[in-house]
T-cell receptor, first 113, second 113 residues
């Protein structure tokens, strides 16, 4: 089955700098790649996604890049702020009647002043 | 806003006892999911459902059963709880259409002693 690897368990950045989180997946049939954010002690909420028919998607300070050839996707956060501190999870799914998301292990991002 | 409600939010169970975790969604979503979150493992899929009466095994189903008696409700059942099942459990729901956002509950912290 699909496996998603998230390569950094922690990432520390200074406020205002950029953060990049990288993920790889194994199943070439995967077509949907969302990112979720979990703030301390809270549940997960959706932040941004990308579908396999595009290789880049931007929403405000967040950009997702997808390299299907390398089976790699990444989340870029620009101009980081303290409220960006959280655990970020990447995920992958291939649509087969709504197949479930398979998640990476999470990256804890810490933004310091 | 999509609503997924889990109960109980915290539970202490004894080894060998039966535990039922409940999830209710008012989004009229077809798909529902159970994940567990453990440090170093991220979120792992236990069971999921495409609709009332259906349950499917996820990546780590051993020791767990699931029940979907209605569109709104999805339960996770531990018939014989073990300390290794101590974790935080998240329920989620999604519309089941291709590549769309999934909504998570606030989680249940289960401790098996």
């Amino acid at each position: 089955g699909e496996k998603v690897e998230q390569h950094q368990s922690t990432l520390s950045v200074r406020e205002g700098d950029s953060a990049v989180i990288n993920c790889t997946y194994t199943d070439t049939a995967s077509s949907y790649f969302p990112w979720y954010k979990q703030e301390a002690g809270k549940s997960l909420h959706f932040v941004i996604d990308i579908r396999s028919n595009v290789d880049r998607k931007q929403s405000q300070r967040l950009t997702v890049l997808l390299d299907k050839k390398a089976k790699r996707f990444s989340l870029h956060i620009t101009a980081t702020q303290p409220e960006d501190s959280a655990i970020y999870f990447c995920a992958a799914s291939k649509y087969q009647g709504g197949r479930a998301l398979i998640f990476g292990t999470g990256t804890t991002v810490s933004v310091s002043p | 806003e999509a609503a997924v409600t889990q109960s109980p939010r915290n539970k202490v169970a004894v080894t060998g006892g039966k535990v039922t975790l409940s999830c209710n969604q008012t989004n009229n979503h077809n798909n529902m999911y159970w994940y567990r979150q453990d440090t170093g493992h991220g979120l792992r899929l236990i069971h999921y459902s495409y609709g009332a009466g259906s349950t499917e095994k996820g990546d780590i189903p051993d020791g767990y059963k699931a029940s979907r008696p209605s569109q709104e409700n999805f339960s996770l059942i531990l018939e014989l709880a073990t300390p290794s099942q101590t974790s935080v459990y998240f329920c989620a729901s999604g519309p089941g259409t291709a590549n769309t956002e999934v909504f998570f509950g606030k989680g249940t912290r289960l401790t098996v002693v």
